[in-house]
């Protein structure tokens, strides 16, 4: 997180102190994510079942405009969404407890932006967004009520992958300078994980298997024109 924000503050400095002005802007956004299709299932019987459960979203983004409507962006995204424990404990015939963590993603987006003036204080705004996300499965740690001698381990496991983001929403102007967003945005992708299981008995298992996702994403944040201010060109 650190890297990306020191490679953004590298990037504005750079267009501040631009010879030639640029029409950029930076966001940050942040708001809920509702899980999607096999990602949220809870289905026992599908054995890629995400279990995940709503989460939090975060973006920031840095815009370049060429003209008034199109332009270019790229987004670092960040997003965690709850694991559905008591639906997973459901997946075994026997009564057992389950600790368990957080889906964690994390990724850089890159694609285009169109921009569609409403009024002179209103823009509806799109993004297709393109790029790779990292993503991590929970660990899991299962314990049998009837015999607490017995137990389950499965490993954590990350993994990069392809992804896609749509993003559209309002940006309210409420300055030269500063705008406010409401957003709503889609995001899939398909990890391949590998994860390790080792129980009570030495027993030592491994799995490789693709775990599509799909989140959709409400957020609300705000918005900074970089550079001087000028008038936007018709």
Do not use: C
């Amino acid at each position: 997180m650190k890297k990306i924000f020191l490679l953004f503050g590298i990037i504005i400095s750079t267009i501040s102190n631009a010879q030639t002005p640029l029409d950029a802007s930076l966001t940050m956004n942040y708001g809920f994510s509702k899980p999607m299709g096999v990602f949220a299932s809870k289905n026992p019987n599908n054995t890629n079942a995400g279990f995940a459960e709503n989460g939090l979203f975060f973006d920031l983004s840095l815009l370049i405009k060429f003209g008034k409507k199109m332009g270019f962006a790229t987004t670092y995204i960040s997003q965690n969404n709850w694991f559905d424990d008591l639906n997973y404990s459901k997946y075994s015939h026997d009564e057992i407890n389950v600790t368990v963590d957080k889906w964690k993603i994390n990724g850089i987006m890159l694609g285009g932006v169109y921009t569609t003036p409403i009024s002179s204080i209103l823009d509806f705004e799109t993004k297709a967004l393109f790029g790779f996300l990292d993503a991590t499965i929970p660990a899991k740690y299962i314990e049998y009520d009837a015999n607490p001698s017995k137990w389950q381990k499965v490993s954590s496991s990350s993994s990069n992958s392809f992804s896609f983001l749509l993003n559209m929403g309002l940006k309210i102007k409420v300055s030269p300078r500063i705008h406010i967003n409401i957003l709503y945005s889609f995001l899939t992708s398909n990890p391949e994980f590998t994860i390790q299981t080792n129980d009570y008995l030495k027993n030592e298992t491994f799995r490789t298997y693709n775990q599509p996702f799909q989140t959709i994403n409400l957020t609300m944040g705000f918005g900074i024109k970089l550079g001087p201010i000028s008038q936007n060109k018709e």
